[in-house]
């Protein structure tokens, strides 16, 4: 029988683990399993940041009113099962390790059966769609990997709403190097007839929706002051389309409901506070999403000694982010930690562009949670969830 840990080394395998934007071959192997995401009703979220925030609060109100909800999310901090989540008893909850394998590779040898050679995120799209099924799941909050128009989560027809985010500069070698061409990608996924809430108004959202004939709803932020459990002045946005879509999509779940499950909101790594390390952790990975972690630092911790333990990948634009990192934080400590990735930064690379002194984390020993300084890890997910198990904190995450 297979194992968790042996779906674990087919997805990371040097034939899979890689990225190639299209969806031919989803279309190919969900067409052999019965198009299972066809008969589900998603609501699928697009953008730079914030996608997850969104999705983890709506599922949450959802949860709250009752109703069965799958939801996929990316990427994982700890395990691949993370990324796919159902409720039960009231509880939003993942995917268990003997579904997850047994899943993982009655797609992945009905692929290569059909000789259609499917990517690591191909394959969990498809675990998704065809497990949601199974489960008879009632809506679906689905996050796209990356960009919308060929994310492989775009393989639906249809949905009960497309929500795009905040847009900025990621992934720039594959979506493109303005914003037009970025959000031109993320509004791929606005779909014939179904409504659409954004954040921005831009030209290529008006373009889309009225080719398709979708109706278009431009959103403001609203106050964080209502009971959310998630912190960070950005949650402002992600609150306001979480909020839009209840209203569009669901306007029979009273106030009181909504409020509940807006308490009950669980989503780690998003300005994190773990008061027993004075600690903070935030996935904060690129230029606007340091920005907006230095925001809510200034907001909810002024005047504060602060220590940085940084870490990314390599293309990501880490110049700029540092000196956001380093603006007006002269007194600031940073230490930069190389984790095992294969395309994570080195310290001398990190060290090269860094504008003030800094150190290399080599150990946890070199980290005293104890003294007045505020410890913020901060930039890859990959990071995130090996430096958290090194210091023996990864714990206070689950």
Do not use: W
């Amino acid at each position: 029988m297979k194992t968790y840990n042996d779906a674990v080394e087919l997805l990371t395998s040097t034939g899979k683990f890689r990225i190639s934007l299209g969806l031919e071959r989803i279309e190919k192997v969900l067409e052999l399993l019965g198009n299972p995401q066809d008969k589900l009703n998603c609501i699928h979220v697009a953008g730079t940041n914030g996608k997850g925030s969104v999705c983890a609060i709506i599922s949450s109100v959802l949860n709250e009113a009752g109703m069965k909800v799958g939801v996929y999310s990316s990427p994982h901090i700890f395990k691949y099962t993370e990324r796919i989540k159902t409720n039960s008893d009231g509880k939003i909850n993942q995917i268990s390790d003997s579904d997850f394998a047994d899943y993982v590779f009655e797609i992945s040898g009905l692929a290569e059966k059909n000789n259609i050679d499917l990517t690591e995120f191909e394959i969990l799209t498809a675990v998704m769609f065809k497990y949601f099924e199974d489960k008879g799941v009632e809506v679906v909050v689905l996050e796209t990997g990356m960009g919308g128009r060929f994310d492989a989560t775009n393989v639906i027809k249809k949905n009960l709403c497309s929500v795009i985010t905040h847009v900025d500069y990621d992934h720039t070698e594959r979506l493109g190097d303005t914003l037009d061409k970025i959000a031109f990608e993320k509004a791929g996924i606005i779909k014939p007839n179904c409504p659409c809430i954004v954040l921005e108004g831009k030209e290529v959202y008006y373009d889309k929706a009225m080719e398709a004939g979708a109706e278009l709803e431009i959103i403001s932020p609203v106050s964080t002051d209502n009971n959310l459990s998630l912190k960070g002045t950005y949650q402002q946005e992600n609150l306001s389309l979480a909020l839009a879509v209840i209203e569009k999509c669901f306007p029979e779940i009273p106030q009181d409901i909504i409020e509940k499950g807006l308490k009950k909101v669980k989503h780690p790594c998003r300005f994190q506070y773990i008061k027993e390390k004075n600690l903070i952790i935030d996935g904060a990975h690129n230029p606007n999403g340091i920005q907006s972690l230095m925001m809510s630092l200034d907001m909810y911790y002024p005047n504060t000694k602060r220590r940085f333990i940084f870490g990314c990948l390599k293309n990501k634009d880490y110049k700029k982010m540092l000196n956001i990192l380093t603006e007006n934080n002269p007194d600031s400590e940073i230490y930069f930690y190389k984790f095992s990735h294969k395309d994570a930064c080195s310290f001398e690379e990190l060290k090269s562009v860094c504008p003030c002194k800094c150190k290399e984390l080599k150990n946890s020993d070199m980290i005293n949670f104890d003294d007045d300084y505020l410890n913020i890890i901060c930039g890859s997910f990959y990071m995130i969830s090996e430096l958290t198990q090194m210091l023996n904190i990864s714990y206070y995450l689950n």
